[in-house]
């Protein structure tokens, strides 16, 4: 209830007259002389409480008579006014449409409720309001438009499976409102989920993450008021999710084809009320491990299930894909159906290539022959129509050895002894390889280390030790140089490139920082011989994989000549060459080129549902409120309804003063048929 | 007295009235003409022939005009000769085994009277009459308390204690009459006044200047006054109490047994004032006994319904009492003229065995 004239509203204190005329009531002093003051007393005494019910009717009569006529004249305001009645307002609206308003609530997802309030707030909207609109996920939808365009813009947007950061979101909204005389609203329609507010969260306020609201939140056309900040309780959604939180392929995103493929997979389990008490001390949600209960992990490859296994809330367990043909994968893993359905897969991408032939330069019998014997019996290698060519520097190599014609790729070996070493840099030099190997001046037993990428390999160098290495010097810029190993001194050891110029320009070669002789590194005399020759080989012939990397909402620039791109929903649409889009779902997106309808030559690329929203659990509106103090939350009704009562809170309803006056003569009328002597004998009997 | 003087006292000299006065003076908001049309309907009407000339019927005079008069003799004679003018066409002659003689019917008498024999042989109806016993001994006990110089209306009302005498000596002039001796005590907290019961000529004088020394102060105890008689009254006698009963009424109730006890009839005329049957709309005040100081703040007009309830509960439990011990109860408001109590007085007393 609002009021015209609040100011009148102080005349409510004459309600005191009659109390103070009742509690003071100064008796009359009028005596009369009456011999029958006996039966008077009879009377009086069978009628008192009467009488004081009486009184205090009356009492209560006037009282209520005086405060109503001073209601009427504040002018009340009682219900909320129709569309349009209230002055100019800009209104910021936050929509969630991050993966957790996917949620399932009255067979409806969420996000659309959502949006259904958010177009409430717009047909309430009067011509002169404006509307910034900001999804959690994506670009604006609007911008300082009049109501008509934001309701278009609002039917264009969808629910994403990307990560909202609501926090965030709502600032940048929150400054798009311009400072002025017009009223102003934030809208946040939002789940609330905690970790899209965790920023808010943070128990230290002076912490620089420390969400910070604009300074312009304090409403400049009512001095002291806050800009309200509408909210909607959606109490009812799930809040208990389960999800696949990882699939990681034994042999990274390029495994060789013909031979099967690990993976392995996280499953957990999140609570609400974990979620909400880690929000709340600033902390990550962490998963629920409950141990003795178990997840179905289905896995499908290709749209078939190729295996199911069972395992445990917040622990991996292995998965294992058939031998793969050559070319590119896809490989869902699947849980049941739980609170966030968009987790409940975890999507990913394989590119299997044939194992490449070799041709070997180098002395007979060596570790490395014997290596390569072995792999090529065993059917990895001499399967593909790609040739790498292995150069193991001796004296029997010649100076300046060209690879072959049609090899992909040549994977350089240093000689065993220093002085092959100019020549095996001359060698080096004529490929136009950017790297040179220095005799190692440190001596001693050295470990090596792995980078990130190399990591992902299956082989395991942690037991490998180098005893004598040369020095990987870099002679000049490398395009996509990389070093795949370094010693446990930060020195590289294993470089890895794409030679710039010369005949074979484009082709991958290797450089190794050690002869792969026992005298050099353990390497050769032990198990990991074989495996790493062929991790050396994949890596020589590895081409770039799309893997399964990407969330859902990000953004993702498409490779150069990609003319279309299939969504997970089914929808394809063209895009710009090398252009951006924003992958709103989480699944799997083919990439064409050329023409749309043909898919022959296409690449796989897999998204999945950010792990910031695995975990459903949701803020109170009240601990809200006491995160932005700066701001006036209000907690709206669930339904468009409740939402509809709470928005345009400078809304006027329909003045009351009509409706109070008729009570006050009411009142009065009741008061006077008390009072008068048939109403008193009423009262009194 | 002058010719046009006040009606009542025209009527009480037997001067001629001033017709200016006649119209004008309302009687208990009543003008003269109506309340004497009641009054005749009351006492039963007549035949246009045999009307009497009610502007002599002194008996029949508002009280209130009567105690204007002032001289208690004159009024009390004259009212009882008024009475009597009206009595002498009916059958109020009394009642004993002598017969007396018989003369015609007039409308309103008893027909336990009517001699059908005669009636039988000359086909008109007479009464029988009948010498009434002379030798009654009466007490007339008269309350002179505080509380009986009360009135609601100054201007259309006697006190209690003007009515209240007028009546009683009106009562002492007809028991005298009647050769009954009559005597008179009054009181207030004690007995004030004591006049023996005598049959003698004199009595009536005794009894009215007594009358004429009263004033009311004082308590009231009827109580302590009515033990007294009984033992005054050597044989069976009657006593009369004219009081408000604002009494204490245990104690008043135990002597009156008491006088039944001993074989006395007794009989109560209850004076009240209208505006104690009725409260008044005084509003909010503070009202007060005169007679025993006690207060009370109240409001008349919303007390007006359930105090004409208390008050009617009282007359009922009065009449009750005194009806179970075989005495007479007779309400007698202040505004009912003289002659219709004496008529009453007289009918019941008429309708005793």
Redesign the interface.
């Known amino acids: 209830m609002s009021f015209l004239f609040p100011a009148a509203l102080a005349l409510a204190v004459a309600v005191a007259i009659p109390l103070l005329l009742h509690l003071r009531r100064t ?18 005494r ?2 008192s409480r009467a ?1 004081r019910l ?1 009184d205090l009717l009356l009492m209560a009569l006037r009282t209520g008579a005086i405060a109503l006529v001073a209601l009427a004249a504040a002018g009340p305001l009682v219900g909320r006014g129709g569309a349009g009645e209230h002055p100019p307002t800009d209104v910021a609206i936050v929509l969630d449409n991050s993966a957790s308003t996917g949620r399932i609530l009255d067979d409806r997802i969420g996000f659309e409720l959502l949006r259904e309030m958010a177009l409430a707030s717009i047909a309430l909207a009067g011509t002169a309001d404006r509307f910034w609109i900001y999804p959690t996920v994506g670009p604006p939808l609007a911008l300082g438009v009049p109501p008509a365009e934001a309701a278009a813009g609002l039917r264009r947007a969808g629910p994403t499976d990307g990560f909202g950061d609501v926090s965030l979101v709502l600032e940048r909204a929150l400054r798009s409102l311009p400072e002025g005389d017009r009223k102003r609203e934030a809208h946040l329609l939002s789940d609330l989920q905690a970790t899209g507010l965790a920023s808010l969260a943070s128990p230290d306020s002076s912490s620089t993450d420390r969400w910070t609201p604009p300074a312009s939140t304090l409403d400049a056309s009512a001095p002291g008021e806050r800009v309200p900040l509408l909210i909607p309780i959606l109490s009812n959604l799930p809040d208990r999710n389960a999800a696949v939180t990882a699939a990681r392929p034994s042999e990274g995103s390029s495994v060789p084809s013909g031979v099967p493929v690990f993976v392995e997979v996280g499953v957990a389990r999140f609570s609400g009320e974990e979620a909400e008490a880690a929000a709340s001390s600033g902390a990550r949600p962490t998963r629920d491990p409950v141990h003795g209960d178990s997840a179905r992990v289905r896995v499908d490859l290709d749209g078939m299930t190729v295996d199911a296994v069972t395992g445990l809330w917040g622990e991996n367990a292995t998965v294992s894909l058939p031998p793969l043909d050559a070319g590119d994968h896809y490989v869902r893993i699947e849980l049941d159906p739980s609170g966030l359905r968009a987790d409940d897969s975890r999507h990913l991408t394989l590119r299997a290539r044939d194992a490449p032939s070799v041709v070997l330069i180098g002395p007979e019998g060596s570790f490395l022959s014997a290596a390569l014997e072995s792999l090529r019996e065993a059917g990895r290698t001499e399967r593909g129509t790609q040739i790498v060519q292995i150069l193991e520097f001796g004296p029997e190599v010649a100076t300046g050895g060209r690879p072959a014609g049609d090899a992909s790729a040549v994977i350089y070996i240093p000689p065993e002894d220093p002085v092959e070493l100019p020549r095996f840099n001359q060698t080096l030099a004529t490929a136009s390889i950017p790297w040179t190997l220095l005799p190692d001046v440190a001596r001693g037993e050295l470990g090596i280390a792995p980078t990130d990428e190399a990591s992902r390999a299956s082989v395991s160098l942690a037991s490998a030790r180098v005893s004598r290495r040369y020095v990987l010097e870099r002679t000049g810029p490398a395009a996509d140089d990389s070093v795949l190993i370094r010693t446990s001194e930060g020195d590289a050891w294993l470089a890895l490139g794409r030679t710039s110029a010369g005949r074979a320009a484009g082709s991958r070669y290797l450089v190794l920082g050690s002869p792969l002789a026992p005298s050099a590194t353990t390497i050769p005399t032990t198990a990991l011989m074989v495996p790493f020759v062929e991790r050396l080989l994949r890596w020589a012939t590895a081409t770039e994989a799309t893997y399964g990397g990407f969330l859902a909402g990000e953004t993702y620039l498409v490779p150069a000549g990609t003319d279309s791109v299939r969504f997970p929903d089914g929808t394809v649409r063209r895009v710009d060459s090398g252009g951006p889009i924003l992958l709103p779902q989480a699944g799997l997106y083919r990439l064409y080129r050329g023409d749309a309808g043909m898919p022959a030559d296409s690449s796989l690329l897999a998204a999945n549902v950010p792990e910031e929203e695995h975990d459903p659990g949701a803020l109170e509106p009240a601990r809200l409120s006491e995160m932005l103090p700066e701001l006036e939350v209000v907690a709206a009704e669930p339904g468009a309804k409740g939402w509809s009562r709470r928005i345009f809170r400078s809304r006027r309803g329909r003045d009351a003063s009509a409706w109070i006056v008729g009570a006050v003569a009411l009142l009065l009328l009741t008061e006077t048929l008390v009072v008068t ?1 048939g109403g ?2 009423r009262m ?2 | 007295m002058p010719a046009g003087s006040h009606p009542v006292a025209a009527a009480v000299y037997g001067l001629p009235t001033d017709s200016r006065h006649e119209p004008e003076v309302p009687i208990d908001g009543r003008t003269r003409d109506e309340m004497t049309s009641r009054q005749e309907e009351h006492i039963g009407g007549r035949g246009e022939a045999g009307k009497p000339d009610l502007t002599e019927r002194i008996d029949l005079v508002h009280p209130r005009l009567l105690s204007e008069i002032g001289n208690l003799e004159l009024i009390a004679r004259q009212v009882l000769q008024g009475f009597l003018i009206g009595l002498h066409g009916s059958s109020r002659r009394g009642r004993s085994a002598s017969f007396a003689e018989n003369r015609l019917y007039n409308p309103g008498d008893d027909l336990r009277f009517v001699d059908w024999k005669v009636f039988g042989r000359s086909d008109r109806l007479y009464v029988k009459q009948f010498e009434e016993e002379r030798n009654l001994r009466a007490y007339l006990v008269l309350d002179a308390s ?2 009986m110089g ?1 009135r609601s209306d100054a201007d259309r009302l006697p006190t209690k204690l003007d009515y209240a005498i007028m009546l009683t000596a009106c009562l002492g002039l007809l028991l005298l009459r009647q050769s009954d001796a009559a005597g008179l005590v009054t009181f207030d907290d004690r007995v004030r006044e004591h006049v023996a019961p005598k049959a003698l000529h004199s009595q009536g004088a005794r009894m009215l200047r007594t009358l004429e020394s009263v004033r009311g102060s004082g308590g009231s105890d009827a109580g302590g006054a009515l033990r007294d008689i009984p033992a005054r009254l050597r044989r069976r006698g009657l006593a009369v109490l004219i009081s ?1 009963l ?1 009494v204490d009424r245990d104690a008043t109730l135990k002597a009156l047994r008491l006088l039944r006890h001993r074989g006395h009839e007794v009989l109560v005329c209850h004076v009240m004032d209208p505006g ?1 049957r009725e ?1 008044p709309a ?11 100081g ?14 004409h ?3 009617e509960g ?1 007359l009922a439990a009065w009449r009750l009492e005194l009806a179970r011990m075989g005495a007479d109860y007779h309400l007698t408001p202040t505004d009912r003229p003289i002659g219709l109590v004496l008529r009453e007085f007289l009918d019941r007393r008429a309708r005793r065995p």
Not at chain 2, 294 to 305: C, K, P
């Open positions: 008796p009359t002093e009028r005596r009369i002389a009456f011999p029958a003051v006996r039966y008077l007393r009879q009377a009086e069978s009628r009488l009486r002597p008193r004998d009194t009997g | 505080e509380s009360w408000d604002l104690e409260l005084a509003g909010e005040a503070v009202y007060f006994d005169p007679e025993s006690e207060e009370l703040r109240a409001d008349s007009g919303a007390l007006r319904r359930v105090y309830r208390a008050v009282a």
